[in-house]
């Protein structure tokens, strides 16, 4: 079946450093990839719509300057956390939508866990 | 824009019995896909059952059934014969079924999701 890959899935990072996390669909094209944040106990909150070739569309709320996401090609979309701080820590899980031929189905990744320290 | 509401924070059961979790929306659209999605502790997510809002009939996978109710915006979800692995947090989620754009298609909105734990 499809498959979508994250990784890492567990990074500890400085404050002030920069992450990258990247979203990968394995054997489907996904022409849209969604990032979505979860803290403990809680929903997931979408926070960013990831286009193929075009620039993302950001919930409202989320600094696009600082979670930079890019799309660069129909299999792989990544999110960046610029200058992170503890309160960025938290779960990340990308989930991505195939190009065609498999309907409907929203694939999940396996999910990051952030930790800034 | 869209929102999903689950009012049980946290539910149990025994092992065999049955339980069945809440969710309610709210929506202007006529055409759209509702979801039930387990997230066992690996905080995979993991599709239980999907019901399209076009079809009247009730979905069902195996001890999964929902009871989809239209009019109400209510979508339940019934666990039959309850397993130990069926303990996990359950997300009820609500998807446009055409963007007019197209480029959000696939955007889902969750609820708060439920903690349901199995007790043998």
């Known amino acids: 079946g499809a498959v979508v890959s994250q990784h890492p899935s567990r990074v500890i990072c400085k404050s002030g450093t920069s992450v990258k996390i990247e979203c990968r669909s394995l054997d489907f094209q996904a022409t849209t990839m969604f990032w979505y944040r979860q803290f403990p106990k809680q929903s997931l909150m979408l926070m960013a719509t990831?286009?193929?070739?075009?620039?993302?569309?950001?919930e409202q709320g989320v600094e696009k300057d600082k979670f930079l996401i890019n799309h660069a090609s129909l299999t792989l979309s990544t999110l960046t956390v610029t200058s992170a701080h503890p309160e960025d820590s938290s779960f990340y899980i990308c989930s991505a939508r195939a190009r065609q031929g498999l309907g409907n189905t929203i694939y999940f990744g396996e999910g990051s866990w952030l930790t800034v320290v | 824009a869209q929102t999903v509401t689950q009012s049980q924070p946290e539910m149990s059961v025994q092992e065999a019995e049955t339980v069945t979790l809440s969710c309610t929306y709210d929506t202007s659209e006529s055409n759209y896909y509702l979801f039930w999605y387990k997230q066992p502790p690996s905080r995979q997510m993991i599709l239980v059952i999907r019901q399209e809002a076009y079809k009247q009939q009730n979905a069902t996978e195996n001890r999964f059934s929902v009871n989809f109710q239209k009019a109400a915006k209510s979508f339940s979800l019934k666990i039959s014969d309850s397993q130990l692995g069926d303990t996990a947090m359950y997300f009820c989620a609500f998807m446009k079924a055409v963007d007019a754009g197209g480029t959000s298609y696939g955007k889902l909105t969750f609820g708060q999701g439920t903690i349901l734990t199995v007790h043998p």
């Open positions: 990831s286009n193929e070739g075009s620039k993302a569309t950001y």
